[in-house]
């Protein structure tokens, strides 16, 4: 069965491979690339625990084949932190308890990331509906949406 | 879980797509791929060999013309809830663009997966019944068009050949007396409906109901027209009673089966809930011109 050559970035780095056509994206980040700040939590298409930015969308990469990425871009959640310093986003997290047992935060960290791009001003109800692809077992969420109302807060400022 | 394995092949146009079926007895179209990959993990699936389309540039677009809204079959869900000539003049889309899967999901999954799949327990083909659209299937002899009542043969089974891709869907052109809603109730976001229901109807300058489209999703093996609700509602005002007969049949067109999401009499009840609902929200929005 077919293997295919692929090259693709993944947080700015160009990354080349064979691959299996039936590995999927998530596999391929953590067991080729050693990026173990995805994870894979439900398998079953339902958690967003394996969220990554596949060309500037967020994407559950248990249900992409690394394949169908190739040349694509990638970003997970070891490409938010720039130079050292932590993403607002992470800072957020941080800042407002924003994870418990910290299995969902980088996914959630992602889909924030694209969440906060698409609308840098969002409410209670759009961060809330924003991350319902994305499920936390610990938190009751309170804090997550704090933490992206911190995150938010902080990059308009960054930015402005 | 890691899918059997498979031969991969991604055309970067129609016709290489559609030999690639010919010559496979066992291949399988991946648009979106959030049904059908978790499927193969399942191995719920073991296509031999798999046909991306997802490379095959122009199946992507939502536009009125000739009288329809054609929408192109690898369009996201994200894309259809996005877009401002869906939310402005076709609020039965919109409503179930909202409501399909999760938002992440929705990044990935497609219009015409949604309805290729023939999943009953998906949002898409009860909107469509309703809208009374119409399927463009793509095959080797050139495009042909499929009512979408003729769509559904079976679960997980759809009129369409071995050899053909559906590469567009078509709903008649809004216009300002006509209106749609989508009532869905799921346990959370993400889990299949527990049923839903989708109208589309127009009024006509009296007021009464000049036409009128009712599916239902996931109560039955494949999609449902509630035809009977339909036609008691043709020609009439819509008031409270009519509203409630024609819910009433819906409910007794519906035909599920008894799982965690409830018991049969619970879902033909909800049946008859949501199909009030709709139908009022519907007739809301069709007098108040907004399409």
Same mark, same amino acid.
């Given at each position: 069965m077919s293997t295919h050559k692929i090259s693709l970035t993944v947080n700015g780095v160009m990354q080349e491979a064979e691959v299996e056509a039936r590995l999927l994206l998530v596999h391929f980040i953590r067991e080729s690339l050693n990026l173990t700040g995805t994870h894979i939590g439900c398998d079953t298409t339902s958690c967003g625990a394996c969220t990554v930015m596949l060309d500037g969308v967020p994407v559950k990469s248990c249900t992409v084949f690394a394949v169908q990425a190739d040349g694509g871009s990638v970003k997970t959640v070891e490409g938010l932190a720039q130079n050292g310093n932590l993403h607002p986003i992470q800072e957020g997290f941080h800042e407002k308890h924003g994870l418990q047992c910290g299995f969902c935060t980088p996914g959630m960290m992602i889909t924030t990331s694209a969440l906060l791009e698409k609308n840098p001003n969002p409410t209670?109800?759009?961060?809330?509906? $924003?991350?319902? $692809?994305?499920?936390?077992?610990c938190t009751g969420y309170t804090n997550i949406v704090k933490a992206v109302q911190y995150a938010a807060e902080k990059m308009q400022q960054d930015a402005g | 879980m890691i899918p059997p394995k498979f031969d991969y092949q991604a055309p970067t146009n129609l016709e290489d797509a559609l030999a690639l079926l010919?010559?496979?007895?066992?291949?399988?179209?991946?648009? #979106? #791929?959030?049904?059908?990959?978790?499927?193969?993990?399942?191995?719920?699936?073991?296509?031999?060999?798999?046909?991306?389309?997802?490379r095959i540039d122009g199946l992507s677009y939502i536009r009125e013309e000739d009288g329809w809204l054609k929408i192109g079959a690898m369009t996201r869900e994200s894309t259809l809830d996005e877009s401002d000539l869906v939310k402005s003049k076709y609020p039965l889309l919109a409503d179930t663009a909202k409501m399909i899967a999760d938002p992440l999901v929705r990044n990935r999954a497609t219009v015409g997966g949604n309805l290729a799949h023939a999943d009953p327990a998906n949002d898409h083909p009860a909107t469509m019944l309703a809208y009374g659209a119409e399927i463009v299937a793509t095959g080797p002899g050139g495009p042909r068009v499929i009512p979408v009542s003729d769509f559904f043969v079976g679960p997980f089974e759809p009129a369409l050949e071995h050899n053909e891709i559906l590469t567009e869907v078509r709903i008649p052109q809004a216009n300002g007396s006509s209106g749609g809603a989508y009532m869905k109730l799921e346990r959370k976001v993400g889990d299949f409906a527990t049923a839903a229901v989708a109208v589309q109807l127009k009024l006509a300058a009296d007021g009464t109901c000049e036409s009128v489209g009712i599916g239902l999703t996931n109560v039955g093996l494949t999609p449902i027209r509630a035809s009977e609700a339909e036609a008691v509602l043709r020609g009439k005002a819509l008031t409270d009673a009519a509203i409630k007969e024609a819910a009433g049949l819906a409910a007794a067109a519906a035909d599920p089966e008894p799982d965690y999401r409830g018991s049969v009499e619970y879902k033909k009840s909800l049946v008859k809930t949501l199909t009030v609902r709709a139908l009022r929200l519907a007739a809301e929005r069709a007098r108040g011109g907004a399409a």
């Open positions: 209670e109800d759009d961060i809330r509906w $924003g991350i319902s $692809g994305n499920l936390c077992r | 010919s010559a496979n007895a066992e291949a399988k179209i991946l648009s #979106g #791929g959030q049904s059908l990959i978790p499927m193969m993990r399942f191995r719920l699936a073991s296509p031999q060999v798999v046909v991306d389309i997802n």
